[in-house]
């Protein structure tokens, strides 16, 4: 019996991965070539420290966070191949699926299905934009903030929505101002996120303004080229950390009207589960997580979702008939051996 992993290999995939083959249920995990856009190893191989991931004191670098996942996935029996899945069929099991390119071809066909394809942050396409990504801009106050070229540096929040807010806020703890960037007159944060980053003394809210392009100096950013929306006035904003706080895009296409996804496309599963609403079908990561998205709590929400296939399985083989011959009735009474305790624990 084989459960399948689908994804690009974040740390939700690979916690996934390493417990089901602790259990012996040898999983297949397809990392994707360029899937949803990222190389696989998911957001945190465009990370250059990740300095918030328990166990490692003087941080981590994001592409060696994931290569050493990749290595204990595979140490325990994990198959992993680098291709996409670009089509699934969850309307019976065995599910099937196909690869990229052999759409017309024989499917696959899994037992379980663990959904782990990730989110990745909406970019605004702007000059500058790629040359000072992670190089003073980012799409993760939480993840990045911290990071020594923003302490005591002017700082720039994009959005105007609650997580903007929160961002801006957190960002207050390192930079020496924060100046949110806010295209519309008024902010759509609720009121009381809106009321705490308007009392806050360290920051500037600009409204009817937005980013036009991204300059540096040294191969970091160091200003920002903004516009006012309603007179189109052009202006320089002294700013060595820009964040985007303008939304994820959850890579659901896979499932989409399939699985039950919200509103914003992110997979909806039963509170405190991986639960999707088809049976087998697993989600966990950010691809179901529209709130926190860290890097622990997706590797927390890939455990769940390999115990819970573990324990499906489990209970459907309990379920089956078991064939006894003769020379094992003698041993057992003619009771069929009780289940193995978790392999997992």
Known sequence: MHSKVVS???PAAHTAAIYLAR???KPV???GMIANGIAPGGQLTTTTDVENFPGFPTGIGGQELMDAMRGQSERFGTEIITETVTKLDCSKRPFKYWLEDEEEGEPNTADTVIIATGASARRLGLPGEETYWQAGISACAVCDGAVPIFRNKPLTVIGGGDSAAEEAIFLTKYGSKVTVLVRKDKLRASNIMAKRLTAHPKVEIKYNTEAVECKGEGGL????TIKNTVTGETSELPSNGLFYAVGHKPATALVRGQVKTDGDGYILTQPGTSYTNIKGIFACGDVQDK??????????SGCIAALECERLLAEEEEEEPVPVVEAEKSQTNGVAPEYKSNPMI
Not at 291 to 300: E, F, H, K, V
Request: glycine share 8%; aromatic share 8%; no cysteine.
């Open 8 to 10: 690009e290999s974040g």
């Open 23 to 25: 259990a012996e249920l």
């Open 29 to 31: 995990l397809y990392e």
């Open 221 to 224: 950013l160091s200003t920002l």
């Open 291 to 300: 709130r926190y998205r860290q890097a622990i709590t997706s590797a927390g």
